[in-house]
């Protein structure tokens, strides 16, 4: 392990192959069923997340509380002298301040131990690559301030847009006006929308997903023009659709790098099945 431990929570959405390459601690977030509490990725999947909202059941999603952290940040100080928290946008998630309670507690029981916390200001795939970007660093062996400094600048640059099947779930967890998600449910749309600094904004309604690509694809066109950049994939269940989506983006831009991933199941809770997108990082 590097001498910087990065440390995000599931949100991120991370590719398995980033995984297999750098050491991230990822943290799952909790996602609750009637009575019952289920932890990210340990005990339940995407795909169990999208029976459950096919059968018309009621989902809902927590923070770790910051004792989670606590023992994370404990049993990473036997390897690590400084840890990197980067966590979802906290506008969109109390585990940006679950992860502040821990870190107070942590540097008086680990003085020696350097923690900081970055809010992304924003989520899933987007919060992937600038996790990416943290973890490349460390592992070259730049120290905290540096990897801090690279972070800091890549958070503003980096993007997702989603093209969302619905609202129906976002509205659910309170993250989409109800008259919006009854609109497009009735009109049949798909909204595409995107995140800056920490807030959804929608750039339009489409009739189809291929009409909903064909407005990403031309956005990110706007935005990145010839520079190259890195992207992911992210999707909820349309793995087909993400593989032939990745063929789009290497053949439309200059890519240094591309990776396909499925959401965790817990933006699965709050996107439904049916929804995809990029993000992307201009170099």
């Known amino acids: 392990m590097s001498n910087v431990a990065i440390v995000t929570d599931s949100v991120s959405c991370l590719p398995q192959a980033i995984n297999n390459e750098y050491e991230i601690e990822i943290v799952p977030l909790y996602i609750h069923h009637g009575d019952k509490t289920y932890v990210d990725g340990i005990n339940i999947t995407p795909q169990q997340v999208y029976s459950l909202q096919r059968a ?10 910051p004792g989670t952290f606590l023992e994370i940040f404990h049993r990473l100080a036997e390897k690590a002298k400084e840890i990197l928290c980067l966590t979802v946008a906290s506008t969109y998630s109390a585990t940006f301040s679950s992860m502040q309670a821990a870190i107070e507690t942590a540097r008086k029981q680990l003085p020696k131990l350097r923690i900081e916390l970055v809010d992304c200001y924003t989520g899933s795939a987007a919060q992937a690559l600038i996790a990416l970007t943290a973890a490349r660093a460390a592992k070259l062996g730049n120290n905290l301030n540096q990897i801090l400094s690279k972070v800091n600048q890549v958070i503003p640059k980096t993007e997702i847009i989603m093209v969302l099947d619905t609202l129906k779930y976002l509205e659910r967890g309170g993250r989409a006006p109800k008259v919006g998600a009854w609109a497009t ?12 600094m920490g807030h959804a904004h929608f750039l339009g309604m489409v009739r189809s997903r291929p009409q909903g690509i064909d407005r990403l694809i031309k956005t990110m066109k706007q935005t990145v023009g010839l520079n190259k950049l890195s992207a992911i994939v992210v999707h909820s269940d349309l793995e087909t659709e993400a593989k032939e989506l990745e063929r789009c983006l290497r053949s439309e831009f200059n890519c240094n790098e591309t990776y396909i991933t499925e959401v965790t199941a817990v933006v699965a809770v709050h996107l439904g099945p049916g929804s995809i997108g990029i993000a992307f990082l201009p170099s």
């Not at 449910?185 to 800056?196: E, F, G, I, M």
Request: no cysteine.
């Open 185 to 196: 449910s009735l009109l049949k749309l798909k909204p595409v929308a995107t995140n800056r």
């Open 56 to 65: 018309d059941e009621m989902l809902t999603t927590s923070a770790p509380p």
